[in-house]
């Protein structure tokens, strides 16, 4: 069963499925009143909500909120804390002067020499909340909308549902023993879609620039504010990130759109429920990029180290057969030349597969990721070091022949296992499972 109705500023859409029609029915009734609750606690607009009470009262008294409210705030302060204050609730007065919250301009921006945070927020015993600066406004908007779907899904599965999927304008959560794959819409183009992400028992949520269908095909300027400039971010047109939870979906958003690659330190929360926990398009070329992908420098550095240490070891390898022909003296000293720049090459090499080994290798592995071609890798590469100690240090000639073939041949069946590896990641990222699918719109 499908029901739909507007709030949180979007459409709400609610599918479940349970013992009678009559049991989902009501299961759907009591989900859409949790997130009318959600709705009526925290929104910007409505002057007494909880949020519009802090917003006119908290900074002169402690002002008492219902305890959901008080969640969601502890969440965003943590996120707040966690993120190095990238996810910033505080940014209200931004959004008010880009007439994106009501509000006018010269009510927003006292004079006043510093831009208010959400360090300033103060959560006390009992559900009360202090503000420690007079120009401090927040809004919920950016965390909320996943709290009231979490709360749904609680709902739902509180009232016995077999499986549903809650879907808040491009924040869902799916359950059940059936993977949900969703579309995710190109950013910049609405109307197309730019790859499919299959979520079970999971949470996705995406964020992008606004979008009227009846006005435009393109979608419009960002809305996710940088907290350090108080401006649109610029760089990404859209994030979207998979995560146990929706309330930590919808934030990571934010954090992915406003740090890009930098943000993949705070990705372990959504690492358990997707390899692949987060997206993002370049709003200059369109380009989509992972959380899990390398920085492009250190991507670029390892493909330079590995061109330097084939291109060097194969030039070796003909100098070496050609050493003992009528130009042998050229051929040997090539080869010497080679050897030594190889032997610099594979230095730095080391160097970058240790910095590969904890922010890439070892995080695919936890998510599941490429796990096969990834270890035909690590084993690979762990022969080339192994040999190229023992062609170094190993004493008898016996066994040094044998290191020098192992050597020669993992050098060459390398390139191979690199090309396949990239490529099965590719193919693995985007793999559509067979089920039903749910579009998420962009904010």
């Not at 419009?220 to 998979?242: K, L, R």
């Not at 032997?343 to 597969?353: D, F, I, P, S, Y």
């Not at 062609?391 to 016996?398: I, W």
């Not at 390139?415 to 693995?428: E, F, M, N, S």
């Amino acid at each position: 069963m499908r029901r739909a109705r507007p709030l949180l500023g979007t459409f709400v859409e609610i599918r479940s499925s349970g013992a009678t029609r009559a049991a989902t029915e009501r299961a759907i009734d009591a989900a859409f009143a949790a997130i009318e609750s959600v709705h009526r606690l925290m929104s910007f607009h409505d002057g007494g909500s909880d949020v519009g009470r802090l917003n006119r009262e908290a900074h002169d008294r402690a002002v008492a909120v219902d305890p959901w409210t008080y969640r969601v705030l502890e969440t965003a302060l943590d996120l707040h804390r966690r993120s190095g204050g990238v996810f910033d609730i505080a940014v209200a007065p931004a959004l008010q002067r880009l007439g994106l919250l009501p509000g006018r301009p010269e009510d927003v921006e006292p004079a006043l020499g510093e831009t208010a945070t959400s360090a300033a927020i103060e959560l006390l015993p009992r559900h009360r909340v202090r503000f420690h600066h007079p120009a401090l406004k927040v809004d919920l908007g950016g965390i909320a909308k996943g709290f009231a779907v979490d709360r749904a899904v609680d709902v739902l599965r509180g009232c016995d549902q077999s499986s549903g999927l809650v879907n808040a304008g491009g924040d869902l959560a799916a359950f059940g023993t059936t993977a949900e794959t969703i579309d995710i819409r190109d950013p910049r183009y609405p109307g197309r879609s730019l790859c499919q992400v299959a979520i079970a028992n999971a949470a996705l949520a995406s964020s992008a620039g606004r979008f009227d269908p009846l006005q435009s095909a393109d979608a419009f300027s960002a809305t996710t504010i940088d907290p350090a400039t108080g401006e649109p971010v610029a760089e990404f047109a859209g994030a979207s990130v998979c995560a146990p939870s929706c309330i930590i979906a919808d934030a990571l958003t934010k954090i992915v759109l406003i740090s890009g690659e930098r943000a993949v330190g705070l990705m372990r929360p959504a690492r358990s429920s997707c390899p692949r926990p987060a997206t993002f398009t370049s709003r200059r070329n369109g380009k989509m990029s992972s959380a899990l992908q390398l920085d492009r420098r250190l991507r670029w550095s390892l493909y330079a180290a590995f061109a330097l240490l084939f291109a060097t070891g194969a030039v070796w390898l003909v100098a070496d057969q050609l050493k003992d022909s009528t130009d042998g003296e050229i051929w040997q000293a090539t080869a010497a030349n080679m050897l030594m720049v190889h032997g610099g090459a594979a230095m730095l090499m080391l160097l970058l597969l240790g910095a590969l080994f904890p922010i890439h290798i070892a995080r695919a592995w936890r998510g599941r990721l490429n796990r096969i071609s990834g270890s035909i890798m690590v084993v690979c590469n762990a022969l080339l070091i192994l040999t190229a100690f023992g062609l170094y240090y190993l004493g008898a000639e016996t066994l040094r022949p044998w290191a020098s073939d192992v050597h020669i041949a993992a050098g060459f069946v390398l390139p191979v296992l690199i090309v396949a590896h990239i490529w099965l990641g590719r193919r693995q990222s985007k793999n559509k499972a067979p089920a039903r699918s749910a579009k998420p719109a962009p904010r």
